[in-house]
């Protein structure tokens, strides 16, 4: 299926469907010593809602990003489960070249949902990869973190995977768009994006203060084009092309997994959650014992109260339907000069949340160490 679709949406002129931007950041250019997995989800299927799903039948418990079509939640699409191993990807185009059958494919959030459930290091998910049928039935960039404060991509095919281990690289950080740098040479998506990503995080890679609102406000807020080097974000203009931006029309979350400290409780994992286009949408933490009720597929179809919040917000931003339209958005809408934008008014709220996040994490590690 995601052959097909690729191949009428370039046949069409259209965005890449099912393409995200990603990072795993090293502890040591974190402000608090914690490592952090960032994606910034781009799919056509705009309704998201992220549930817990109670441990069972020797399986870990785990919390992550569902659609709301998946009715038996079979495909998770970024999560973290009670032991603080975390997973997401990014869909990879530059891979596979065999004849799986489509029937065969897309099984990336399947696999996902199977790591949350059984693996609890970065290891236990290299040898799940290694124990799964062939062919896996997959092509993507599969991001993860553990307790422990390892991270690594592993770039998966069908038939093979090549690993890439957080440990090794000088920087302290890894970042993934829409293609692998195991696969095939100039083909793919995301080479702008990823440009986007690495001018926009270089600051803050040089102070080593790199923090989950850095990548759900800033980055996924972002209106930048390397390739153009401009940022229209405070430009003035009311209307842009929506091309080659981290936030995309088809962007329907930023979140990023805390881990934690080597030592520390993994229950203290947390995953800092903007549902719904990013820069129209409210940051909400989320704990392994705490999925806030608004963030939940408890809606008609299984949408979820935030998610359908935030699309009848971005509508106001995509409002031009005849055409071409859906490729114009208004800047104006997000970002004025008096300060009062969609976007502007959610960064300060969301600066509130985190502030709040981070009291109520101190009050949880409080109230486990005097457990101990």
Known sequence: MKRIIVALLLVAGFLVADACTSAIVSGKLTRNGRPLLWKNRDTNDLNNRVEYIAAKNGCYAFVALFDARDARDTAAWMGFNEKGFAIMNTASYNLNADNVPESEMDREG?????????????DDFESL??????????????????????????????????????????????????????????????????QNEKALLAPHIAQMDLTPSVFTEEISR??????LNRDYTHSGQK?????????????????????????????????????????????????????????????????????????????????????????YLNLSLLYNSSGTGICQELIKQNEKAYEDGYKELERRRSLLQKKK
């Open 110 to 122: 399947v696999v996902m949902r199977r790591a949350l459930e059984t693996c609890v290091t970065v």
């Open 222 to 227: 972002t209106f930048y084009n390397s390739l």
């Open 129 to 194: 990869l290694g124990r799964l049928e062939r062919p896996m039935g997959v092509e993507a960039n599969f991001g993860v973190i553990d307790a422990n404060g390892n991270g690594a991509y592993f770039e998966t095919g069908n038939y093979s995977y090549v690993k890439y281990d957080l440990k090794d690289e000088p920087s302290g950080i890894l970042t993934r768009t829409n293609y692998s740098y195991s696969g095939r040479q100039n083909e793919g998506f995301g080479y702008i994006r990823e």
């Open 239 to 327: 209307w842009i092309v929506d091309q080659d931006f981290i936030p995309r029309r088809i962007s329907t979350a930023s979140i990023v997994v805390e881990g934690v400290l080597p030592g520390e409780n993994p229950s203290l994992t947390t995953m800092w959650t903007v549902l719904g286009y990013p820069p129209c949408a409210e940051m909400l933490p989320v704990w392994i014992d705490h999925v806030p009720a608004s963030l939940r597929g408890t809606g008609k179809n299984r949408h979820s109260e935030q998610c359908d919040k935030v699309l009848a917000r971005k509508a106001r931003v995509f409002s031009v339907k005849r055409g071409n339209g859906n490729h």
